[in-house]
């Protein structure tokens, strides 16, 4: 059974950094695709990262240069640090596992997501 599990939520304030965890089981985690997708308060799904089995990434424009998508293969863990975060980054977060080594196949599991709030 694949499960995906986030941590590392919580309240920051603007300027602040956050790392999130994915623990992912269930499946070849260093054979698949991994991305982070958020949803805002009211708002829709929004595409934020995602990295392929080979270790090449892509981020949404609102976060590059601040938001950094790695994986830990021994350990079958996605992380994805968070920097300058900003009020528009509150959100909650959802690891998803992709249907194969890269992110264009689709997400086919996803976890039940951590909240990240920024706000003073």
């Known amino acids: 059974e694949v499960q995906l599990v986030e941590s590392g939520g919580g309240l920051v304030q603007p300027g602040g950094s956050l790392r999130l965890s994915c623990a992912a089981s269930?499946?070849?985690?260093?054979?698949?695709?991994m991305t982070w997708v958020r949803q805002a308060p009211g708002k829709g799904l929004e595409w934020v990262s995602a990295?392929?089995?080979?270790?090449?990434?892509s981020y949404v424009d609102s976060v590059k240069g601040r938001f950094t998508i790695s994986r830990d293969n021994a350990n079958n863990t996605q992380y994805l640090q968070m920097n300058s975060l900003k009020p528009e980054d509150t959100a909650v977060y959802y690891c998803?596992?992709?249907?194969?080594?890269?992110w264009g196949n689709g997400m086919d599991y996803w976890g039940k997501g951590t909240l990240v709030t920024v706000s003073l």
């Open positions: 998803a596992k992709n249907r194969g080594s890269w």
């Open positions: 269930g499946f070849t985690f260093s054979s698949y695709a």
């Open positions: 990295m392929n089995s080979g270790g090449v990434t």
